[in-house]
């Protein structure tokens, strides 16, 4: 596909293809490899409005940014349109360039409490969350699903919206909430989205290959593309799919991510998280299930890169 940069309210990316936020993946060791490999934007892991204006260290630590995040991107999520203001205000992300708003999670836990997916059920709830962000002045983009029931798309009527409260842009993931990952991604309303308003339209939702990029450009005209589980187990997608040249290394990804998230956790808290974090590198690695499985035990960032080299 053809990059392109994407103007988000005062800032401009330098092309249109982006990792999207995932929650236990994306830390900022990930996304500073995967700005190597040339994503054109990249969001910290989603953080509770809640959490920030109540100081959590761990909110604090999701909202840590790496040296090439030259646009800096945080993504929140919360119900309560005062507490999302203040947090926007706030001095924790004070230094963020771009505010992306996620009323799309699925999770059952996040749903419940009225956020992410829920506030697609509940349009005036989420224009007065959009509206109060961007009186701010900051700048507000959105990400969210089709809509929270099969088949009931809301999509149109909710970015319309978004538009009058001044969001500056937004990603639609083309799948709705009981779907969740799976399922086959619905271009034509993902295309209604994109001619229904004029800021940035996003696609996200079964991007693995180029090809796969490339397919939904074509079947939607949006504006860019969003990555996701596709690019946990290949950062080098973005490579891929911009078509600029890459040499990749499982063993040499796994290093380096090790290498950053040292200078900020202690080892054994980086060897526990990278159990779930490993067998998305290792899917079509071609070695023993067997030896796959001892990742899933490890203790030490030691013994993970040991394993890698008895490949």
Known sequence: MLPKSVKIGSVQTENNVFLAPLAGYT????????RDFGAGLTFTEMVSANGLLYGSRATEELLYTAENEKIRCAQIFGSDADIM????????????????????CPVPKI???GAGSALLNDLP?????LSALSSTGKNITVKIRLGAEKGKSVAVGFAKMAEGAGVKMITVHGRYRPDYYAGEVDFAEIAKVKNAVNIPVIANGGVFSRKDAEELMEKTGADGVMVARGALA???????ILEKEYVYSVKEVVSRQIALLKTRF?????????RKVMPQYLKGYPADKEWKKRFAQVKSTEEILRLLEEA
């Open 27 to 34: 830390d900022f060791a990930f996304r500073s490899i995967c």
């Open 85 to 104: 203001k203040a947090a926007a205000e706030s001095e924790a992300l004070a230094s963020f360039d771009v505010i992306d708003v996620n009323m799309g």
């Open 111 to 113: 749903f419940s409490n």
């Open 125 to 129: 709830k989420a224009e007065k969350i």
């Open 234 to 240: 290949r950062p080098c997608i973005f490579s891929e």
């Open 266 to 274: 202690e080892d054994g808290r980086i060897a526990v998280n990278f």
